[in-house]
C-alpha cells in the first residue's frame, strides 16, 4: 500500500513538489523529429509554431550510431532554441537499454526547465513509472528544477495494456499515455505490418440472404485498435491525465490517418503523434472541435444557463448530462481559440470570452 497523502510529497529531498492535477493545453499534434539530423534541428525555428507538442525522438527509428548525436541534437534546441509556447517533449530509450540513464540523466540536468513531459516506451508495470520517478526526483533535485517534469508511458506490450490502469495510477506525474502499436502488435502476434491504422482483413459481414447464398453480403472494415483506444482513454481520465492516439505509420493515406484520427478524437484523446509534415495538418483539423458543433454547444450552454433541467433544441432533448457535453465541446474550443485566431474566428469566440463556463472552471 502507499501512503496517498505521499503523491504530494516529493520523492527526493529538495525536488519540486508533485503537480496535483495535470495542465491542459492545446496538445492537438506530438510532433516527432530526430535531432541527431542537423537540417532537422535547424529547422525548428519554423516548425515550432506549426505545432503544439515538438518531441525529440532517442528511442525506435534513431539508429544506434546516432543515439547520441539525437540525445545532442535535442540538447541543443532545449538550450538554444526559443519555442514560444509550443511544448519541448523526449521519448528516452527503453528502460532496458544501455542508453536510457544517459539521455535521464542529461536531459534533466542540462535542459530540464525546458523540457515538460519525458515519454517512456515499452512500460509494462507501475514498477516501470516508480523507477523513474525517483531518478527524476533525484536529478530534479540535483538540477534545482522548479517543476517537475512529466511522464508519458507509451504502451506497447501486452502486459503494458493488462496493466493499464494501475499505470495511470502510479504517479502523479503520469501526463498521459499512447500506443506503440506496431511493438503492440508484435508483442501481441497480431499478424499486421503496419503501424496503426486498419487492416482490410479485420472486418464483420452480413449474413447471407436466404435463397441467395452465393450473392455479395455487406463487409466492412472494423478497427483493431478500437477496444485498446477505449480501455486508455477510460485509464487516463480517471485519474485526470490525457489519452493520445500513437503513430500512422502510412504517410501516404493520408484518409486513412484521417479517419483513426478522428476515431480517436471521439473517442476522447486530445490528439496524436505526427510523423510527418503532412500529418501536423491533419491533426490540427481533427483534434480541434467542428465548428457546427460548438456552435450548436454554445447555443445549448445559452439556452440553459443553470446547466439543469430538461429542454429541447433543435428537436433534441437536452438535459444536465448532454449540458455537460456541450460544456466540454465549447471549453476545448476556448483553449484552441486562445492560441489560434484562425480558430478564434471560425468558433466566433474571441480570447477569454467563454461562453458558458462556470464560474471557477479551468479549460479542459
Ligand atoms: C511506436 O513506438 C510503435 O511501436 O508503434
Ligand atoms: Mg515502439
Request: glycine share 14%.
Given at each position: 500500500m502507499r501512503n496517498p497523502r505521499a503523491f504530494e510529497t516529493p520523492l527526493a529531498i529538495g525536488a519540486p513538489h508533485p503537480v496535483s492535477e495535470i495542465p491542459v493545453k492545446p496538445s492537438r499534434m506530438i510532433h516527432f523529429l530526430d535531432f541527431s539530423n542537423e537540417k532537422m534541428v535547424a529547422k525548428v525555428p519554423q516548425v515550432a509554431p506549426t505545432v503544439d507538442i515538438l518531441l525529440g525522438n532517442l528511442e525506435d527509428a534513431v539508429p544506434v550510431d546516432r543515439k547520441e548525436a539525437a540525445r545532442s541534437g535535442l540538447l541543443k534546441v532545449g538550450r538554444e532554441?526559443?519555442?514560444?509556447e509550443t511544448a519541448l517533449w523526449t521519448r528516452v530509450n527503453a528502460?532496458?537499454?544501455?542508453w536510457v540513464l544517459d539521455d535521464l540523466t542529461q536531459v534533466v540536468s542540462e535542459i530540464g526547465e525546458k523540457l515538460e513531459v519525458i515519454m517512456v516506451p515499452?512500460?509494462?508495470?507501475?514498477w516501470d513509472i516508480h523507477y523513474v520517478d525517483r531518478l527524476l526526483a533525484q536529478l530534479e533535485a540535483k538540477a534545482g528544477l522548479s517543476r517537475p517534469i512529466l511522464l508519458h508511458a507509451i504502451l506497447e506490450t501486452s502486459l503494458g495494456v493488462t496493466n493499464l490502469e494501475a499505470i495511470a495510477a502510479s504517479?502523479?506525474?503520469?501526463?498521459g499515455m499512447s500506443f506503440g502499436p506496431a511493438d503492440l502488435a508484435a508483442s501481441r502476434r497480431m499478424k499486421t505490418t503496419r503501424v496503426g491504422g486498419g487492416h482490410p482483413g479485420y472486418r464483420t459481414i452480413a449474413d447471407p440472404e436466404q435463397g441467395s447464398e452465393g450473392a455479395d453480403r455487406p463487409s466492412y472494415q472494423q478497427d483493431p485498435w478500437h477496444y485498446s483506444i477505449a480501455r486508455m482513454v477510460d485509464a487516463c481520465t480517471a485519474v485526470g491525465a490525457l489519452p493520445f492516439y500513437g503513430p500512422y505509420?502510412?504517410?501516404?493515406?493520408t484518409v486513412g490517418c484521417e479517419t483513426q484520427f478522428r476515431a480517436a478524437f471521439l473517442l476522447g484523446c486530445v490528439g496524436a503523434w505526427s510523423l510527418h509534415p503532412d500529418q501536423i495538418a491533419i491533426a490540427k483539423r481533427v483534434f480541434s472541435p467542428d465548428p457546427e458543433e460548438v456552435a450548436f454547444a454554445k447555443r445549448v450552454i445559452e439556452a440553459i444557463p443553470d446547466g439543469r433541467g430538461v429542454h429541447m433544441i433543435d428537436g433534441k432533448m437536452q438535459d444536465d448530462a448532454t449540458w455537460k457535453q456541450c460544456e466540454v465541446m465549447v471549453k476545448l474550443a476556448q483553449m484552441l481559440a486562445e492560441k489560434d485566431p484562425e480558430l478564434a474566428e471560425l468558433y466566433g469566440m474571441h480570447p477569454s470570452s467563454a461562453s458558458g463556463a462556470r464560474a471557477g472552471d479551468e479549460a479542459a
Open positions: 532554441m526559443d519555442l514560444g528502460l532496458d537499454s544501455p515499452k512500460v509494462e508495470g507501475p504517479s502523479p506525474r503520469i501526463q505509420g502510412d504517410i501516404r493515406d
